[in-house]
């Protein structure tokens, strides 16, 4: 039975000449033992002890007179043992960061030295921040691990300098604290002498002597200063740099540091080089070579010790590199698998018993499938994921068992890894299918379309995560709630009843019942309205969790009726089209309630809002009168709610509010209006630059976007200028590079903001042509008339000026200049980020098209049009065409057009009919008829077959867009090319017939 169902997952999943059947579960052939191997208890972490306790003796003797370091330096000086050369890196290296089981969890017991407390676990809330810190402060330096200390010296923090201190009067011989007293030596030295610190730091001799005693541990000098020349670097990206540029490898916490959890690495191509260089810190045997002779293990000598210290080092590697792929550049997760996947083939190298080889390979297996997927607390919020690369990293981990010659067994966990990763695939062929064949009353249960429907088996309708989960069974693991409620996601409930699939990400910080997934796997509100009421067991009351998932369907917009998007593609309510024979009163029944009546329903059964439900009820509250009644209602702290009712919150205070809350507050209050809208606006972008810093800079660009959303509207609703406007969303932009650098998103919506500010300019730029009256210096009019332009800038009122607090650079006009400039900038920073991002991706096996979609550049057509736009309405014609050929290019690689030559229609992202319209209707008439012509052949040259629009499709394109400015400034533009060819401003009437003709 299960090598059947795998064959069928190999048929269902095509792996590219791979086999997913075999490596899935069990060797191809066998059947499968029901609970041969289940998650095995993980290793606690192996600390580095010492074979004998010499150097805990001399740490323990040290102190700040050099009689007492002298002492221990003549202790058994003359035969140091391997346990003392080894000590100064490998204990360091085991304890530098903590064993996260999540990222950002830490488990501080896993500590535990020899002679050593264990340090507590540094928290990731706020409001719990203070105390550690305290808890930090009483610590002795000696104490603390290396990660720790390192980040409080060099981690740009408010209490640097106390740090420095401490470290500076600390005597120990742990390479991290002599690394850094000899960085500020250095210093000192460079600066003449004159520092507090160099009264701290040792004396010469006491430093003579220090420095001898590291250097009889394996240690040079040279060595010494290489990492300190690695940990002076100004930024995390200049450190890595630098590492990778020494010959070996480096003590592991110096890598561990660079890599950790707040680290500000910034650099792909680096990122990549971290990826292939990381081997070299967890290999057993395979360490690169030291310059000062420091045998290494063979495979041959490998203990079992050794063996676990080394996976635990594995593990904690990966762990981090995954942190900083899911914060810098996601899709690098699959070179970062390929690199874990060569680890546990070389696993069997090693000379132990084949039955323990085979075991921790196992367990290695199932961490990696378990780290190479999405997590919510690290990625971009509020961003997807390019979950194909996420399928490919752990595809080629499974590609690697089934290579074995006994290929390795899935835990729980592993299987729970891949479904979850499943989940927040898009639908394949066999979904989209099976979701176009729901019959529109609940359940929906499959209608067949055809005989081939009503001759498949019930299983081939089964979306992949639930066959998945069938597998699993069939290993022998039986389903929780949790994995119920993900069947129930994925389109199957307990029963074998149909819902409706829904592509989700599955947070392992938070448990998702089967009710609560009930509610959300439904096509709208009506639907879940009914699960609602409906509980898995008679009689049940809901609770938090249930209300929130109602809660956030009823407050989904409707789904475009002209939309290809099927039920469950995205957060949208999808109508049925049952309603047309009901009675009005059984309308009336089945309709869901409001948000208000729903939120009354709650409180009258005593469950108040916190968590996802109070962001929720907050983020779509219908005023700010009634967010702040939310908020007051709620069970969060006095001190939070009055943080963010104050005009005026105190920095603190505010930095306490968890940034989920603190992003729907801030949507609350940008959907202000009327006379409050402004005054709203300038404080909600006071707030943000209060409360956001670079710990927070996986939510920048997603609070910075929804108050550069609210900036788009009329700058009279903001009741500010329109200078003030254009200058206020430069500035927002400028923010959100600052922070995390600009996303295609944030791109797109810059885009709108512009086109949205010019378009009011030039509708009142037709009405003034229209009525004949002499057009204003500084008009819109100079973005498209080029003698208007020149005479411009003879008389001294030039588009964009050198200084930007000259009088000049603040007009409308200058400064919509600007942001045409700064849109072309960011959009060539897009390409350009992308370019050396693909230059390091190896993702040979990812669909072309999922490949095209997951990029981070504006290469989709959505976006494509969205820039078309602006940039017609900021008179930019030739960047237009020049955009539409890269387009064209980057449409046209072979393996692409290869992929859209067998689909029936372009998929939603590579439709380009609006773009070539866009261009026919604003750009061709400005540019030059051999311009014109090159854009044209290109079109018509693509492999694709794309169709050139002509006049009818052009015409029902403007028509469709329902959008006035768009034929307004069709108008300036026949006004201005009459112009340009010789006629007055009376030829405008001109340029109106030949428009309408």
């Given at each position: 039975m299960l090598s059947n169902a795998t064959r069928e997952l190999g048929r269902r999943w095509p792996l590219q000449g791979r086999s997913l059947a075999a490596a899935f579960l069990t060797p191809r052939g066998q059947p499968s033992r029901r609970g041969t191997i289940r998650a095995a208890t993980s290793q606690a972490v192996a600390v580095a002890r010492d074979d004998t306790d010499e150097v805990s003796r001399k740490q323990s003797l040290l102190g700040s007179h050099s009689e007492t370091i002298q002492a221990a330096v003549d202790y058994k000086a003359s035969n140091p043992t391997r346990a003392a050369q080894n000590h100064a890196a490998a204990h360091d290296e085991t304890t530098d960061e903590a064993h996260m089981t999540e990222f950002g969890h830490v488990d501080g017991d896993l500590h535990a030295s020899s002679g050593r407390r264990p340090e507590k676990p540094t928290a990731l809330s706020r409001r719990h921040k203070a105390h550690d810190n305290e808890i930090e402060a009483s610590q002795r330096v000696v104490e603390m691990t290396t990660g720790t200390i390192l980040r409080k010296v060099l981690g740009k923090e408010s209490d640097s300098v106390y740090w420095k201190r401490k470290v500076a009067e600390a005597r120990s011989l742990r390479l991290p604290i002599i690394l850094l007293q000899m960085m500020m030596r250095n210093e000192a030295q460079r600066h003449g002498g004159g520092?507090?610190?160099?009264?701290?730091?040792?004396?010469?001799?006491?430093?003579?002597?220090?420095?001898?005693?590291?250097?009889?541990?394996?240690?040079?000098?040279?060595?010494?200063?290489?990492?300190?020349?690695?940990?002076?670097?100004?930024?995390?990206?200049?450190?890595?740099?630098?590492?990778?540029?020494?010959?070996?490898?480096?003590?592991?916490?110096?890598?561990?540091?660079?890599?950790?959890?707040?680290?500000?690495?910034?650099?792909?191509?680096?990122?990549?080089?971290?990826?292939?260089?990381?081997?070299?810190?967890?290999?057993?045997?395979?360490?690169?070579?030291?310059?000062?002779?420091?045998?290494?293990?063979?495979?041959?000598?490998?203990?079992?010790?050794?063996?676990?210290?080394?996976?635990?080092?594995?593990?904690?590697?990966?762990?981090?590199?995954?942190?900083?792929?899911?914060?810098?550049?996601?899709?690098?997760?699959?070179?970062?698998?390929?690199?874990?996947?060569?680890?546990?083939?070389?696993?069997?190298?090693?000379?132990?018993?084949?039955?323990?080889?085979?075991?921790?390979?196992?367990?290695?297996?199932?961490?990696?499938?378990?780290?190479?997927?999405?997590?919510?607390?690290?990625?971009?919020?509020?961003?997807?994921?390019?979950?194909?690369?996420?399928?490919?990293?752990?595809?080629?981990?499974?590609?690697?068992?089934?290579?074995?010659?006994?290929?390795?067994?899935?835990?729980r966990g592993g299987f729970r890894a891949i479904r979850e990763v499943l989940a927040g695939q898009p639908k394949n062929q066999v979904e989209m299918h099976s979701s176009t064949r729901h019959a529109p009353t609940w359940p929906p249960y499959l209608q067949p379309g055809d005989g081939m429907d009503e001759r498949a088996d019930p299983e081939e309708n089964w979306s992949r995560t639930v066959s998945a989960g069938m597998l699993m069974q069939e290993a022998g693991f039986s389903k929780d709630e949790h994995d119920d409620a993900l069947d129930i996601l994925q389109g199957m409930t307990t029963d074998g009843s149909p819902t409706i699939q829904q592509r989700s990400l599955m947070r392992s910080d938070r448990h998702v019942g089967v009710w609560e997934a009930s509610i959300r796997a439904t096509r709208n509100a009506q639907e879940a309205w009914e699960r609602f009421q409906n509980p898995p067991e008679p009689g049940a009351k809901p609770g938090l969790q249930q209300y929130a998932a109602m809660l956030e369907k009823l407050v989904l917009r409707e789904a475009d009726t002209s939309s290809r998007l099927l039920p469950g593609d995205k957060a949208l309510n999808f109508p049925t089209h049952q309603e047309a024979n009901l009675a009005e009163f059984e309308r009336a029944r089945m309709r869901p309630p409001s948000v208000a009546q729903l939120y009354h329903h709650m409180r009258l059964n005593g469950v108040k809002p916190r968590d996802n439900c109070l962001r929720i009820l907050v983020a779509n509250a219908e005023s700010l009168d009634t967010a702040h009644r939310y908020l007051r209602e709620s069970t969060e702290k006095g001190r939070i709610v009055r943080a963010l009712m104050a005009d005026e919150p105190e920095r603190e205070s505010l930095r306490a509010v968890p940034m989920g809350l603190f992003a729907a507050y801030i949507q609350a209050c940008s959907k202000t209006e009327g006379k409050r809208g402004g005054r709203q606006l300038m404080r909600v972008v006071r707030l943000a630059e209060m409360r956001l810093d670079a710990d927070d800079s996986r939510w920048s660009p997603y609070i910075w976007g929804l108050i550069l959303k609210n900036l788009s509207q009329h700058h009279r609703a903001l009741r500010m200028s329109l200078?003030?406007?254009?200058?206020?969303?430069?500035?927002?932009?400028?923010?959100?590079?600052?922070?995390?650098?600009?996303?295609?998103?944030?791109?797109?919506?810059?885009?709108?903001?512009?086109?949205?500010?010019?378009?009011?300019?030039?509708?009142?730029?037709?009405?003034?042509?229209?009525?004949?009256?002499?057009?204003?210096?500084?008009?819109?009019?100079?973005?498209?008339?080029?003698?208007?332009?020149?005479?411009?800038?003879?008389?001294?009122?030039?588009?964009?000026?050198?200084?930007?607090?000259?009088?000049?650079?603040?007009?409308?006009?200058?400064?919509?200049?600007?942001?045409?400039?700064?849109?072309?900038?960011?959009?060539?920073?897009?390409?350009?980020?992308?370019?050396?991002?693909?230059?390091?991706?190896?993702?040979?096996?990812?669909?072309?098209?999922?490949?095209?979609?997951?990029?981070?550049?504006?290469?989709?057509?959505?976006?494509?049009?969205?820039?078309?736009?602006?940039?017609?309405?900021?008179?930019?014609?030739?960047?237009?065409?020049?955009?539409?050929?890269?387009?064209?290019?980057?449409?046209?690689?072979?393996?692409?057009?290869?992929?859209?030559?067998?689909?029936?229609?372009?998929?939603?992202?590579?439709?380009?009919?609006?773009?070539?319209?866009?261009?026919?209707?604003?750009?061709?008439?400005?540019?030059?008829?051999?311009?014109?012509?090159?854009?044209?052949?290109?079109?018509?040259?693509?492999?694709?077959?794309?169709?050139?629009?002509?006049?009818?499709?052009?015409?029902?394109?403007?028509?469709?867009?329902?959008?006035?400015?768009?034929?307004?400034?069709?108008?300036?533009?026949?006004?201005?090319?009459?112009?340009?060819?010789?006629?007055?401003?009376?030829?405008?009437?001109?340029?109106?017939?030949?428009?309408?003709?």
């Open positions: 520092s507090a610190l160099l009264q701290l730091l040792p004396d010469e001799l006491e430093w003579r002597r220090l420095l001898n005693l590291v250097c009889r541990m394996g240690f040079s000098v040279e060595q010494l200063e290489e990492y300190q020349y690695v940990l002076q670097g100004t930024s995390d990206d200049e450190r890595c740099r630098r590492l990778l540029a020494l010959e070996g490898a480096a003590p592991m916490f110096l890598f561990s540091f660079l890599v950790r959890s707040s680290s500000r690495l910034t650099d792909v191509p680096t990122l990549a080089k971290l990826i292939d260089s990381c081997p070299a810190y967890y290999a057993i045997g395979k360490q690169g070579p030291r310059r000062h002779g420091r045998e290494h293990p063979t495979a041959r000598t490998v203990t079992e010790k050794a063996l676990h210290l080394g996976q635990d080092k594995f593990e904690l590697i990966m762990r981090l590199l995954t942190r900083q792929c899911l914060r810098i550049e996601p899709r690098l997760v699959v070179r970062l698998a390929e690199v874990a996947a060569r680890h546990i083939q070389s696993i069997a190298t090693y000379a132990e018993e084949p039955r323990k080889l085979f075991v921790v390979q196992c367990e290695v297996f199932n961490k990696c499938l378990q780290i190479f997927r999405p997590h919510a607390g690290v990625q971009m919020a509020q961003r997807s994921l390019p979950n194909a690369y996420f399928w490919e990293a752990q595809r080629i981990l499974l590609a690697m068992s089934d290579s074995l010659n006994k290929p390795l067994l899935l835990d200078s003030e406007q254009v200058d206020m969303f430069l500035h927002v932009v400028e923010r959100i590079e600052r922070s995390h650098g600009v996303h295609p998103s944030t791109f797109v919506q810059l885009a709108k903001c512009i086109r949205k500010a010019t378009r009011r300019e030039v509708v009142k730029l037709v009405a003034e042509l229209e009525s004949g009256e002499e057009t204003k210096r500084g008009s819109v009019r100079q973005l498209y008339d080029w003698q208007a332009s020149a005479c411009s800038s003879a008389d001294g009122h030039r588009l964009s000026s050198g200084k930007p607090h000259s009088v000049q650079a603040r007009t409308p006009l200058s400064l919509l200049s600007s942001a045409a400039d700064r849109l072309k900038e960011t959009f060539s920073k897009l390409v350009e980020r992308e370019s050396k991002s693909r230059a390091v991706l190896d993702a040979r096996n990812v669909a072309p098209l999922e490949r095209i979609s997951a990029r981070m550049d504006p290469v989709r057509s959505d976006h494509v049009h969205e820039y078309m736009l602006s940039l017609a309405f900021v008179g930019e014609f030739d960047e237009m065409a020049r955009t539409l050929r890269w387009v064209m290019e980057q449409w046209g690689q072979e393996d692409v057009v290869e992929a859209m030559v067998g689909l029936d229609e372009p998929p939603t992202h590579g439709d380009f009919l609006e773009a070539l319209c866009a261009f026919r209707f604003l750009a061709e008439p400005m540019l030059d008829r051999e311009e014109a012509s090159k854009v044209r052949a290109s079109a018509a040259g693509l492999p694709l077959g794309w169709t050139w629009p002509d006049d009818e499709a052009v015409a029902a394109y403007v028509e469709m867009q329902h959008d006035e400015s768009i034929v307004a400034l069709r108008r300036v533009l026949d006004w201005v090319r009459a112009r340009q060819a010789g006629g007055r401003s009376d030829d405008a009437g001109q340029g109106r017939a030949a428009n309408q003709r």
